[in-house]
């Protein structure tokens, strides 16, 4: 299986284009899989610089319904013609951060002419042999305080985000992985949900840990983050971050892990 960063915020390469997103293509052997398309239709020039072909992907999955994994989307459907897109059902609520000048919408783009290549998901399933969407968290172990300016509308009340609309993707082979997005919902809750569905932690755990305020930039206080470390340590796998975890975040996190974790910038390739 190989893992190649298509875009994230800082690129392994000068040749590459990096923006405040995310897109990971995912080669298993049976399937072609693209997670997350990033802020804009950079992460398809970068394919094109990497070798890999968008027209190839026969799956995608998008995280959840923010503008930096879904904006890419309407590129996506001009590179493949075919490739069914899953979506959580309520990646198409109203979401914003709140500014001191107010909320600022970060939802997705209008999708209505690609409806008929979406589809909608809820909840926990399987959606193909060994790639099962892991959704319906319920824990708070390690909630990142972060989350608190991310907000959805609901009729005239912006209330603080639930993140309904976060799913990840495992898929299980000779090494198994976990893609989490951003991991809005604490990437401990995640892991355990993953246990609860398929009956094992993953080998390989990649995505954002959202442990950086996205108004601020601040992180989380460094307590927190050497307690996350240990916790995340007991887990047999190995993780790759970057995006919404923060420079200091990792680099705290790393002193704690240390081979147990890896930066995974744009144009970085893994192979499992």
Do not use: W
């Not at 082979?173 to 094992?200: D, F, P, T, Y």
Request: hydrophobic share 40%; glycine share 10%.
């Amino acid at each position: 299986m190989k893992l190649t960063v298509l875009i994230e915020n800082k690129a392994a390469r000068d040749d590459l284009a990096a923006e405040h997103g995310l897109s990971v293509y995912v080669e298993t052997g049976a399937h072609n899989v693209l997670v997350d398309f990033g802020d804009s239709g950079a992460f398809a020039d970068n394919a094109e610089v990497l070798g890999v072909d968008i027209s190839k992907v026969d799956m995608a999955l998008l995280s959840h319904g923010h503008y930096d994994h879904g904006n890419g989307l309407p590129r996506f459907f001009k590179e493949n013609a075919t490739a069914p897109v899953y979506v959580n059902r309520f990646s198409f609520g109203k979401f914003f951060i709140a500014t001191p000048k107010g909320p600022h919408y970060i939802g997705l783009p209008r999708l209505d002419e690609y409806r008929d290549r979406l589809i909608l998901t809820e909840g926990s399933s399987q959606i193909a042999d060994g790639m099962t969407i892991i959704s319906d968290i319920s824990g708070y172990e390690y909630y990142s305080s972060t989350n608190k300016v991310l907000k959805e509308k609901l009729g005239e009340e912006y209330i603080e985000d639930p993140f309904r609309h976060e799913q990840s993707l495992f898929i299980d082979g000779e090494r198994s992985i976990l893609l989490a997005g951003c991991a809005h919902r604490g990437i401990v809750n995640i892991l355990q949900r993953c246990i609860e569905v398929v009956g094992k932690a993953p080998d390989i755990v990649l995505g954002g840990f959202h442990l950086s305020n996205p108004r601020s930039g601040a992180s989380l206080s460094d307590e927190e983050l050497d307690s996350l470390a240990a916790r995340l340590l007991e887990y047999p796998g190995v993780f790759y971050t970057g995006h919404c975890t923060g420079d200091y975040a990792y680099e705290r996190l790393k002193l704690s892990m240390g081979d147990r974790l890896f930066y995974a910038a744009g144009g970085t390739s893994f192979e499992f």
